[in-house]
């Protein structure tokens, strides 16, 4: 499937995509990368991530504009850019918008010592770091439900226990944000029945997966996949067999 979409076979690259929003009233964020912190930070990931912080304010940002962090799910490469090292936290003003079922699952340290492999363990220990000191600003999740007007959540399970994308309208116009419903945009799109190594559920995973990618393209919705190529916007055509993925063009600047 890689040689047939001329990408490379030796190795995968993912993307992380953080979409910002100005929805007039608040600024919201969708994700924050696997963030800066030494102990809990990047260096899963690659010499790549851990540049948002930086690059927020080189984009006119201030860190403490953020109203409101939207997670699509609590694994490290979502919600790792939280804190900093001394757990302070980044977005001193936001809120974190985040499924009580993985707030919850993630969050909880009495089944550490039940966890098999480090980086599992080390996924549950990280999370609490980066989680906790927003404990008193959560804005619960659950279900299909309206974070803010214009943003609702869609409860997808199985990557994570509360895995959810959202659908961002306004003006007659939306953007599903994926999260972590497909990874890669050749290999879960043409076989999206295909199951991935770091889902907690594979079986649910693949139904949710299923679902979406066919509300997708049956609505022919855009969508925003966190780890498609950048900035991962596109829409998704039903084959024969799977689906295939078109990007949005990116207007020059
Ligand atoms: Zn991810």
Redesign the pocket.
């Known amino acids: 499937m890689l040689r047939g979409a001329f990408l490379p076979t030796e190795k995968l690259e993912?993307d992380?995509n953080v979409l910002l929003v100005d929805n007039g009233k608040q600024l919201i964020m969708f994700?924050t990368g696997s963030g800066i912190n030494a102990e809990y930070g990047p260096m899963e990931f690659g010499p790549k991530p851990g540049k948002l912080y930086e690059n927020l304010r080189i984009a006119g940002f201030d860190p403490s504009d953020i109203d409101l962090i939207v997670l699509?799910?609590a694994?490290?490469?979502?919600c790792w850019g939280l804190v900093d090292d001394a757990q302070n936290r980044l977005y001193p003003n936001a809120q974190v918008a985040v499924s009580m079922v993985d707030y919850s699952y993630w969050t909880d340290l009495s089944r550490v010592p039940n966890i098999q492999g480090t980086l599992q363990r080390k996924a549950v220990l990280g999370t609490h770091f980066n989680l906790i000191p927003y404990a008193d600003r959560l804005v619960p999740v659950v279900g299909d439900k309206e974070v803010v007007p214009g943003i609702a959540a869609i409860a997808t399970p199985g990557?994570t226990p509360g895995h959810s994308a959202y659908i961002i309208s306004s003006a007659g116009e939306s953007l599903v944000v994926l999260?972590?419903l497909s990874?890669h945009q050749v290999l879960l799109l043409q076989r999206p029945t295909m199951e991935f190594l770091?889902d907690t559920d594979p079986a649910a995973a693949v139904r949710s997966r299923v679902k979406m990618l066919d509300m997708l393209a049956t609505d022919r919705l855009e969508a925003l996949a966190?780890?498609f190529p950048f900035p991962g916007r596109g829409h998704v055509l039903k084959q024969a067999s799977g689906y295939s993925y078109l990007p949005t063009p990116i207007p020059l600047q």
Request: glycine share 6%.
């Open positions: 993912l992380q994700d699509t799910h694994h490290p490469d979502h990557h999260g972590d990874h770091f966190f780890h």
